[in-house]
């Protein structure tokens, strides 16, 4: 490697002072030796203190990466390893994709040259399927562990197995200043490093009652800080894309009304879905005499670090996945957070001085409604892709998996009937050639595999397609309404994306994601390759949208709802859902509907519908429903009509 000396960045002094200033650098000698000693080493150190962004470094300087041996480490938002790579390919003065690279799904900026190789923890999972012992690795570093994602908790299972027969390969399991002593014992009492932090004391203030509009509440405090406290920046924890831009228009509303009376603000929402250059915009210095307010969701909390944050406001709640194993459904839900996330959030306020944390709950409502810690993702979601990965790995005993915590059995064991009712598993709980959605099949046979294709795509990033921005609300409704078509959202979509044009300008005026629609591209040429590769054809219904909803049927009969008195109950479980009100269908209210996800917001709602014949269920899934259960109350006797018919007229 050939790398410029000093590199210089936007402070105007170059990196390796930068570099030299962080809590870990004192330690870089320990922590290298420590790394030489043992094959597997838990690192634990407060966020900020130069991990992610070091460590991977200093293991290139100490040859890890001689011989054209890889480093790889993992992270589980694809956020942070977008920005993580980005930083260090500029601390390195090298161009991103090149030595330094990432890799997420349906994006990579990796090269031949890479040997630094950021990735999400799903991403190396899916690397086991090419390389089951990662031998182009020297070393492995799952960092963000404390954040105990689905695709790390696995991951931790299939290392630590390699790691017994694959002797040169070093795993560092990085992490928060959470929970290592379970890492260390999961990783047979491997030895824990402590990067001692250098940490400001925090003041914390809770709310005498509990806030009935926590968004106002949010915008209210940040607006009161910005008028009576010393200067420093802001960061506030909002649970998702919606939430935050809301928050952020109030602020920019409230802040243009106020004028010049108060000082400038400058307001940066950061979210998985933000464009890579809004991203790149919260790490700019603040300029003198104005004050930043970043609204977050909870990739604040450990994953990225923003330097100059003063004050932090916390209303305490994020967006959890969770899952009722005994209906098989999957929700996202906004929760309390737990304590060891609220003190996560607080610590972000004394990197660089001392700090306050305003939360926005009281201090009754945080030793009592909040859960010490955050459930393992494992023990909350659908398990039938993990199942799949794991079984096409080779690995068919997943009862016995090695899991640090192990998930209900009861979803292991639905995960496992259903992967058998879809025709993945066959009846001895191996793979069957089926592996994708069943839905590829039927719709080959019915012609449609081209349209089936697309919708697959574009529901792969359903909830950013449509663009919806506050202040233009009626123009973006109404470019929504010219792309309704009779059927349902599924159709909707497929609609959008024929009709697309390929420009940003078209995306603009129809009020669409440009981005959304840029990947949605991508993931629907990665499926044309999987059906080229399966040697399944790809044809048009031509316009017919009747095969399309029966392939649609086909790929998520077990999700079937029922008009019933004001609502919709689930055929299975007779659960009460709503149709969203975005969605086509929402006046229309269709008998029978399969919806492709619930979500829980203020109902239990089914987003993406479209409308099908019961009888279609019968057809395409005999072994999940009985007549009896279909019956139709339509076909069920009327009541008598008011008045005499002709015949009683006589
Ligand atoms: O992983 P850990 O939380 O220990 O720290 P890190 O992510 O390596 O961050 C070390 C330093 O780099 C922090 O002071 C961050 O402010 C800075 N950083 C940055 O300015 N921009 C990034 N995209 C990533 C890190
Ligand atoms: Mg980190």
């Known amino acids: ?137 020297s070393v492995i570093i799952i960092d963000e562990a404390h954040e105990r994602t689905l695709h790390t ?93 809301a928050c952020c228009e109030m602020l920019q509303e409230r802040c243009r009304r106020l004028g010049s009376k108060i000082a400038e603000l400058l307001v940066l929402p950061i979210y998985a879905n933000l464009p890579s250059d809004m991203q790149a915009k919260i790490f700019n210095p603040t300029p003198p005499g104005a004050r930043k307010v970043v609204v977050a969701t909870n990739i604040a909390e450990t994953s990225l670090t923003i330097d100059g944050i003063i004050y932090v406001i916390d209303p305490g709640f994020c967006k959890q996945k969770s899952y009722n194993a005994r209906t098989g459904m999957e929700s996202l839900i906004v929760t309390p957070c737990s304590r060891a996330s609220a003190n996560q959030r607080a610590g972000r306020a004394g990197r660089v001085a001392a700090g306050k944390c305003f939360r926005l709950y009281t201090a009754w409502a945080f030793k009592h409604e909040m859960e010490e810690t955050t459930v393992p993702e494992i023990q909350r979601t659908n398990l039938g892709n993990v199942v799949l990965l794991l079984k096409s790995l080779g690995i068919n005993d997943l009862i016995h998996f090695d899991f640090m915590d192990p998930p209900p059995h009861e979803t292991l064991v639905l995960a496992l009937e259903q992967l058998y009712a879809l025709g993945a598993l066959n009846h001895m709980g191996e793979l069957t050639k089926v592996q994708t959605s069943l839905s590829w099949f039927y719709s080959t046979r019915n012609y449609c595999s081209e349209e089936v294709l697309t919708i697959a795509a574009m529901l792969s990033v359903n909830n950013s397609i449509f663009y919806r921005p506050k202040d233009k609300v009626v123009h973006a409704d109404n470019a929504r309404m010219n792309f309704v078509v009779p059927g349902g959202d599924h159709l909707v979509l497929l609609n959008v994306y024929t009709q697309s044009g390929y420009s940003t300008q078209w995306c603009y005026e129809n009020f669409i994601q440009f981005r959304s629609m840029r990947r ?131």
């Open 520 to 650: 949605a591209r991508d993931v629907r040429d990665q499926l044309e390759g999987l059906m080229d590769r399966i040697e399944v054809e790809v044809v048009s219904s031509q316009g017919d949208s009747l095969p399309i909803r029966k392939a649609v049927t086909a790929g998520y009969f077990y999700h079937t709802a029922r008009l019933s008195k004001g609502g919709y109950k689930t055929v299975k479980h007779q659960q009460t859902v709503y149709v969203h009100p975005n969605s086509s269908l929402f006046e229309e209210q269709p008998r029978w509907l399969i919806y492709h996800e619930l979500v829980f917001t203020t109902k239990e709602f089914m987003r993406q519908v479209i409308e099908i014949e019961s009888g279609w269920l019968l057809e395409v899934a005999p072994h999940y429903y009985k007549s009896k259960e279909l019956e139709d109350s339509s076909s069920k006797k009327m009541p008598r009509k008011q008045g005499k018919t002709k015949e009683e007229l006589g």
């Open 1 to 137: 490697l050939s790398l410029p000396l000093s590199p210089r960045n936007s402070y105007g002094t170059g990196w390796r002072e930068v570099r030299r200033s962080l809590p870990i650098f004192p330690y870089r000698e320990d922590l290298l030796a420590a790394i030489n000693e043992h094959q597997i080493l838990v690192i634990e150190g407060e966020t900020g203190s130069g991990k992610t962004t070091q460590i991977p470094q200093y293991l290139l300087e100490d040859g890890y990466t001689n011989g054209g041996m890889k480093i790889g480490c993992t992270q589980p938002r694809r956020v942070a390893a977008m920005s993580v790579a980005a930083r260090v390919a500029q601390e390195m003065g090298v161009k991103l994709g090149n030595e330094v690279g990432y890799s997420i799904r349906f994006e990579d900026c990796t090269s031949e040259r890479t040997v630094l190789k950021y990735m999400t923890d799903g991403m190396l999972l899916r690397e086991f399927l090419t390389e089951p012992d990662l031998a182009s690795y």
């Open 153 to 245: 908790d696995i991951l931790f299972g299939l290392i630590k197995d390699i790691a017994r027969f694959r002797s040169d390969l070093k795993v560092l399991v990085a992490s928060a200043t959470l929970d290592t002593e379970r890492f260390s014992c999961f990783f047979d009492e491997a030895p824990v490093f402590r990067i001692p932090g250098r940490r400001f004391p925090v003041d914390i203030f809770y709310t005498k009652a509990p806030e009935a509009d926590y968004l106002e509440a949010c915008v209210v405090s940040v607006l009161q800080i910005h008028v009576t406290q010393a200067p420093g920046d802001v960061l506030v924890f909002l649970t998702g894309q919606e939430e935050i831009e």
